[in-house]
Nanobody, 124 residues
C-alpha cells in the first residue's frame, strides 16, 4: 500500500490568502514504492470536476494546466519521494481542494493514489 501525506496548507498568512499571494504545498509518498511514474496535484472547486493542476515525472518532465502556467511551479525530490508545488500570484479562481496524486508501481502493479485533500481559499 502507498500513502500520500500532504502538507503546507496550514502555512497561510494572517488574514488568509489574498489575490497575488503565495503558498507552497508538499506531498510525501511512502509505503510499497518500487517506482514512481508521476506525482502531482489536482484540484476540485465547488460544483466542478476534479482537474489537473501540475504533474512531474522523476526525470523532471512537467505538465501544467493552462490556467496556472507561469504562476505555479512544481519540483520533485526523488530521494524523498516528495513533490512540492509553489503557487504564486494566486487568484480567487484558484480556490479549491487540492489533491496530491501519484501513479506508483509497487512491483506488483501500477495504481493511482490520492492524498487526503487540502483546502486552498483565496479571497479578498
Amino acid at each position: 500500500q502507498v500513502q500520500l501525506v500532504e502538507s503546507g496548507g496550514g502555512l497561510v498568512p494572517p488574514g488568509g490568502l489574498q489575490p497575488g499571494g503565495f503558498l507552497k504545498l508538499s506531498c510525501a509518498a511512502s509505503g510499497s514504492i518500487f517506482k514512481i511514474n508521476t506525482m502531482g496535484w489536482y484540484r476540485q472547486a465547488p460544483g466542478k470536476q476534479r482537474e489537473l493542476v501540475a504533474t512531474i515525472t522523476p526525470g523532471g518532465s512537467r505538465n501544467f494546466a493552462e490556467s496556472v502556467k507561469g504562476r505555479f511551479t512544481i519540483f520533485i525530490d526523488n530521494a524523498k519521494n516528495t513533490v512540492h508545488m509553489e503557487m504564486d500570484r494566486l487568484k480567487t479562481e484558484d480556490t479549491a481542494v487540492y489533491y496530491c496524486h501519484a501513479e506508483v508501481d509497487t512491483g506488483w502493479g501500477t495504481s493511482d493514489y490520492w492524498g487526503q485533500g487540502t483546502q486552498v481559499t483565496v479571497s479578498s
